[in-house]
């Protein structure tokens, strides 16, 4: 039997003005329901996101990236989600939104390492 198990990732976007629908990839959500995971991290590049839109609200949209991190992580800093599993805590944060950060679409995968995807997949895809 494999070692390795399916996983589920999305990526954060921040579209700073949706009408224009440009954006910068600022994070990673991943869930593998095998080893009931789910993590995040984020990375703003900041310089990029001022030439979208140099009046960015910089500090709610690094806030909103804390939030989704906070979600990941369970306990009290996940709020009202503190009580739900992780795939339902993934489930929600993947859930589409019309805000200024905003989940892309779910891929899938392998992995026998849930949390050094997390880094993998921000490293390749964010930074």
């Given at each position: 039997m494999s070692d390795r198990h399916v996983f589920e990732y999305a990526l954060l976007r921040v579209v700073?003005?949706?009408?224009?629908?440009?954006?910068?990839?600022?994070?990673?959500?991943?869930?593998?329901?095998?080893?009931a995971f789910?993590?995040?991290?984020?990375?703003?590049?900041?310089?990029?996101?001022?030439?979208?839109?140099?009046?960015?609200?910089?500090?709610?949209?690094?806030?909103?990236?804390?939030?989704?991190?906070?979600?990941?992580?369970?306990g009290e800093a996940a709020g009202q989600a503190a009580g739900d599993d992780a795939g339902r805590r993934f489930r929600w944060l993947v859930a589409p939104r019309s805000t200024v950060v905003q989940p892309g679409p779910v891929h899938t995968g392998l992995t026998a390492d849930p949390a050094a995807e997390v880094e993998r997949l921000l490293d390749l895809l964010v930074r």
């Open positions: 700073p003005r949706v009408e224009r629908g440009e954006c910068v990839n600022a994070g990673v959500l991943v869930y593998c329901r095998h080893e789910v993590g995040a991290r984020t990375h703003l590049d900041a310089s990029r996101l001022l030439a979208l839109d140099p009046h960015v609200d910089l500090a709610g949209v690094r806030a909103a990236l804390r939030a989704v991190e906070g979600v990941c992580a369970g």
